[in-house]
């Protein structure tokens, strides 16, 4: 629940700075819209410099690792994994798991993106007045905060895992932009926005506790790490090969089709992510009866 709410932010974000950076565009052009953004972000610079550790924290990892350091010796050495991801990681038993969500996250991040840049101009091609389909993007952040926090709070009950919340919204949302490209009314965009934002957001806050539920909370930060590497190359692809599609076809469309096939891979992906977590649990309990 802690982290749904810390990425409630980003969610709140999306509803107040669509409307701001339109205006500021309109207004004054992209140059002054870019300026004015650099500024926001300098301010997260303060904010940064206000977060320290506290050393008891610091002392009491240290100790964890120190004591775990010694059962890891004794479990299978993993070569090309450890030089990958690191020793620790690659000792722990679900990291095979940890791999294909890996995959499975990048096509979702992938499809993610695309929406964001393409909404707008299939709703005004819909017949959507510019005005309004700048409100979209608001739109998917207020169904992003409300996603997230409940996200945040299903991580916490013990019959969810975050892994099988997972894989239900990212294959829930794969419909999502096959009925953008579909709609042709402001509120059936309002909508199908909110749901987008909603089950993306989902998705989003359940990141973190998966990563605690496959390797521990001890390999939180350097997984969540690697994972965002990964999540960076796959925001950096799919925006141009979005583009590509849509100079290809004319038609921006295609952008959203592409989104919808990449979130529907990502949901089998996931589903073989579960089926991989499934086996090696029936291999425990085997081993256990023996």
Known sequence: LAVGL????????????APLVSWVVGEWGWRVGLQVLACITLGCVGLGLM?????????????VENTTSED??????????SMLLGKEIAHQEHVHVFLVMVVADALAVMAL????????????????????????????????VSGRLLSGWMSDQPWCHPLFLTRAVVSLS???????SWVDHFWMF????????????????????????????????????LLTAVRGVASLVSPPLAGVLVDLTINPLHALYLSGLLLAVSGLVYSLAVWVLGKRKRMNVLYQEI
Do not use: H
């Open 6 to 17: 810390a990425l409630c932010g980003a969610g709140a974000g999306q509803i107040g700075m």
């Open 72 to 81: 890891k010796e004794s479990e299978p050495k993993r070569p090309y994994l």
């Open 190 to 225: 309002i909508g199908l926005s909110i749901m987008f934002g909603f089950l993306t957001g989902q998705w989003i806050a359940a990141t973190s506790p998966l990563l605690v539920s496959l390797l521990g909370i001890n390999q939180l930060s350097q997984a969540f790490g």
């Open 174 to 180: 794969c419909a999502l932009p096959f009925l953008l």
């Open 51 to 63: 977060m320290k550790k506290k050393d008891a924290i610091a002392q009491e990892k240290e100790t």
């Open 113 to 144: 993106y695309i929406p964001y840049s393409y909404l707008k101009p299939v709703a005004v091609g819909a017949g959507v007045a510019p005005q309004l389909s700048a409100i979209l993007i608001s739109a998917v952040g207020v169904g992003s």
